[in-house]
Nanobody
Framework: QVQLVESGGGLVQAGGSLNLSCVVS????????MNWYRQAPGKEREFVAA???????YYEDSVKGRFAIARDNAKNTFYLEMNSLQQQDTATYYC??????????WGKGTLVTVSS
């Protein structure tokens, strides 16, 4: 059974930092690509960042230079380091992976609120 569990969300002032974690089970983590998405109130879920099994990273334009995605295969965990947070980063953040032949799997999300 594939499970993804996010943690690390919270309330932070604009300009601050947060680190999100996602613990993954039920997949061969070291050969899986991992993603972060977010959904702001009243908006559709959007891509934030991805890290491939061989650690190639991708970012949505608005977070480039501020966010960093990383993984620790020994812990079956991947991370999203978020710096210089802005109010528009307020959203529920979800971790995601796709299992070939099985589909997409999502965590339940962790809420990030950036205050002015």
């Amino acid at each position: 059974q594939v499970q993804l569990v996010e943690s690390g969300g919270g309330l932070v002032q604009a300009g601050g930092s947060l680190n999100l974690s996602c613990v993954v089970s039920g997949v061969t983590f070291s050969t899986s690509n991992m993603n972060w998405y977010r959904q702001a109130p009243g908006k559709e879920r959007e891509f934030v960042a991805a890290i491939t099994w061989n650690e190639i990273t991708y970012y949505e334009d608005s977070v480039k230079g501020r966010f960093a995605i990383a993984r620790d295969n020994a812990k079956n965990t991947f991370y999203l380091e978020m710096n210089s947070l802005q109010q528009q980063d307020t959203a529920t953040y979800y971790c995601n992976t796709e299992v070939r032949g099985s589909g997409d799997y999502w965590g339940k999300g962790t809420l990030v609120t950036v205050s002015s």
